[in-house]
T-cell receptor
Framework: EDQVTQSPEALRLQEGESSSLNCSYT??????LFWYRQDPGKGPEFLFT???AGEEKEKERLKATLTKKESFLHITAPKPEDSATYLC??????????????FGKGTLLTVNP | NAGVTQTPKFQVLKTGQSMTLQCAQD?????MSWYRQDPGMGLRLIHY???????DQGEVPNGYNVSRSTTEDFPLRLLSAAPSQTSVYFC?????????????????FGPGTRLTVT
């Protein structure tokens, strides 16, 4: 069973059409949940870190929220340049020095003009 | 700041060949790691290091070696390349914190190396 599940796998929006991406997780002790953006042929680019349920972070048209079981990435009035794959990753309390990120498979967002 | 740099950008190997993927960072990060990204799968951790001279295995370490002689560099060695190692490889780095204590720092990724093994 995957520890991090992202949905939908792909999302196509019209410019200006707001929507949300979902990331559900099943780790026992969450140290942090991370959102990254990945453009084709590039490395993941850091967007947000969320640490505890109820926390929210915003950046331009993006807003990330966190509950005890899932996180949402809300995209308000998206533009074509928001098209990318959005990755969610979690870091667990492991008691050691492994800062491993467990990634979901990503949501491919396409915003049409 | 160049951030995290990786070389080469592309590489084609024949089965059985060996090679080293280079990774360097100029942010004085203690933690460095290698991930591989395959279609339909999330990024998976290969090896990681919490400082010079300290390395450990991640989720998929077989067929790969690492060493960390300086804070800046963390090379990944493929000992005898196999077609199953065809993938995109990403190096990442971050500050570290006391495990279970301080909040985790975000990890910064390099641009990746696309490796094909024939």
């Amino acid at each position: 069973e995957d520890q991090v599940t992202q949905s939908p796998e792909a999302l196509r929006l019209q410019e200006g059409e707001s929507s949300s991406l979902n990331c559900s997780y099943t780790v026992s002790g969450l140290r942090g949940l991370f959102w990254y953006r990945q453009d084709p042929g590039k490395g993941p680019e850091f967007l947000f870190t969320l640490y505890s349920a109820g926390e929210e972070k915003e950046k331009e048209r993006l807003k990330a929220t966190l509950t005890k079981k899932e996180s949402f990435l809300h995209i308000t009035a998206p533009k074509p340049e928001d098209s990318a794959t959005y990755l969610c990753a979690v870091q667990e309390h492991s008691g050691g020095s492994n800062y491993k990120l467990t990634f979901g498979k990503g949501t491919l967002l396409t915003v049409n003009p | 700041n160049a951030g995290v740099t990786q070389t080469p950008k592309f590489q084609v190997l024949k089965t059985g060949q060996s090679m080293t993927l280079q990774c360097a960072q100029d942010m004085n990060h203690e933690y460095m790691s290698w991930y591989r990204q395959d279609p339909g799968m999330g990024l998976r951790l290969i090896h990681y290091s919490v400082g010079a001279g300290i390395t450990d295995q991640g989720e998929v370490p077989n067929g790969y070696n690492v060493s960390r002689s300086t804070t800046e560099d963390f090379p990944l060695r493929l000992l005898s390349a196999a077609p199953s190692q065809t993938s995109v490889y990403f190096c990442a780095s971050s500050y570290s914190g006391i495990a279970g204590g301080l909040r985790p720092y975000e990890q910064y990724f390099g641009p990746g190396t696309r490796l094909t093994v024939t």
